[in-house]
């Protein structure tokens, strides 16, 4: 057990003030509670809220690790066709197909309505905000179908291509909850972003989202700026100094819709500006994130 690293996170969140402790342990901290399957957001909301002494914290912790053993045997063949890599090179995007079955799909939106304490058949409770809502965001990460489709064989494979390497770690991440606009509730989500510091070089790295339900265009689907990949060095350099990235980016590029079928899983790179949409449907859109880091990803450093 990595109490090492998981005391110095304690410390900073507890004893502030006294911790000789810095943010330089982040991705280390990051590393050790995604490979004990536990979520950062859960683990902070735990320690800022109670502020617990360190025994209580490694009582919680162990409360909470996952066993390793769900693993699913590793795939020896390849997920992604050379046609699925040219279009990877080409575009910063991939879509896994069936990366999880129509059957754990189900069970998954079953998890967030019961959690939500929505009800499907009736329109009227898909509007009522969740406290662990927020935008489209819902910190819902601990529960045995979001773990069991962290487990997918397929996802992981698809990422140690992408990566060149097996030797790779998944996060635990949140869902997304997206009900259609109405006259009275309008779309929730972030403009058109980055998750990622603009300061290069930029470390290369991907991001995922699994559909957890049909997402045609008009459904809220995923959009990105497909090629972005390979012109962001340039466009960022040909900036005036007074332009902000972010914003300009807002301003200038136009994303595509990326839809997909329940159980379809996308990945992206992580220099891709990308957003969710508004939902023009007659049902909520309900994402997965699930992401792999290689084992010496850093993230640390200046946000720009």
Known sequence: MPWTILEKLWER??????????????????KALYQLGIGMEDTLQFLYFEKPDFETFKTWITTRQKNGNNESEAFTDKVLSEQDLDFWNQNGYVIVKNAISKEDCEATQQAIWDYLKMDPHKK???YVR????????????D??????NRFSARIRKAYE?????AKIYKTIDKVSFNPPETNDFTFLGSPLHWDTSLKQPIPFGLQGLLYLTDCGIEDGAFHCVPGFHN?????????????????????????KPVPGKAGDFIIWNNTLPHCATANKGKSPRMVQYLTYFPE?????GEWL
């Open 231 to 255: 012109q962001i060095n340039n466009w960022l350099k040909n900036l005036e100094p007074h332009e902000y990235p972010r914003e300009k980016a807002i301003q200038t590029l136009k994303p």
């Open 13 to 30: 969140a507890v004893q502030p003030v006294s911790s000789s402790t810095t943010g330089d342990n982040w991705d280390e901290e990051m």
């Open 143 to 148: 529960h045995e179908t979001l773990n069991r």
């Open 161 to 165: 291509q992408l990566y060149g390497t």
């Open 124 to 126: 009227e409770t898909w």
């Open 130 to 141: 969740h406290e662990n809502q927020k935008g489209l965001m819902l910190n819902f990460s």
């Open 296 to 300: 010496d990803y850093n993230t640390s």
